[in-house]
């Protein structure tokens, strides 16, 4: 059993505290309320950082003294979204967010993980009809490791789990938004993730 705060009570924060929720972790959800995020982040040993992109990097660097020796695990994705709401550019070109995080929080090390899928394949990656795939992208080996046991948790065969190496490789994944626009408009809102096939 884990302590684990999720900063971010929407779909994707809700869905992520559910599901370890029943794998019998400890899991307190942060909503936008005046001082409830620093009190869930002084609490978790692990921080699950699923507030908007675009604002996560003010958000959590206002947290720094709360997420100090924490391990913050970054599901967000950073973007500029279109006049459909849906991502349209990265705002953090050459870059990720990830590696932001990283920097403003020197003193907590950052995972990303589990943000190249939609929300439902999170906590149910058997939902698919192939194989999907999880990465990670950190430069603390024992993070990392932990982070790989809540996937576990979550569902994830350690098979379907590859670490990428370090913070920098999160630009990788993060820039895989930008695929999702084009899937959704071309097969629906359905559940999808990808998947390396070897």
């Known amino acids: ?76 994705n950073a973007t500029v979204d279109g006049p459909d709401g849906l991502p349209a550019d990265l705002l953090y070109p050459g870059s990720s967010l990830a590696e932001q995080l990283q920097e403003a929080l020197p003193e907590t090390p950052v995972v990303k993980t589990l943000n190249t899928m939609l ?12 194989t999907p795939s999880v990465f990670l992208s950190g430069e603390d080996p024992k993070a990392k490791q932990a982070v790989r046991a809540l996937l576990v948790d979550l569902g994830w065969r350690e098979g379907w789990i590859t670490d990428l190496g370090g913070i920098r490789t999160a630009r990788a994944t993060e820039a895989a938004i930008l695929f999702v626009p084009h899937v959704i408009r071309s097969r629906g809102f359905a559940p999808f993730a990808i998947s390396v096939a070897v």
């Open 119 to 130: 929300f439902p394949v999170m906590t149910a990656p058997a939902m698919l009809t192939q």
């Open 1 to 76: 059993m884990t302590t684990i705060a999720v900063l971010g009570n929407g779909r994707v924060g809700g869905n992520l505290a559910g599901a370890l929720t029943r794998a019998g972790h400890e899991v307190t959800v942060a909503d936008r309320a005046p001082g409830t995020a620093a009190a869930a982040a002084r609490t978790a040993r692990i921080v699950i950082n699923a507030t908007p992109g675009d604002s996560s990097l003010e958000r959590l660097a206002a947290l720094r003294d709360e997420l100090r020796g924490k391990i913050l695990v970054d599901v967000s």
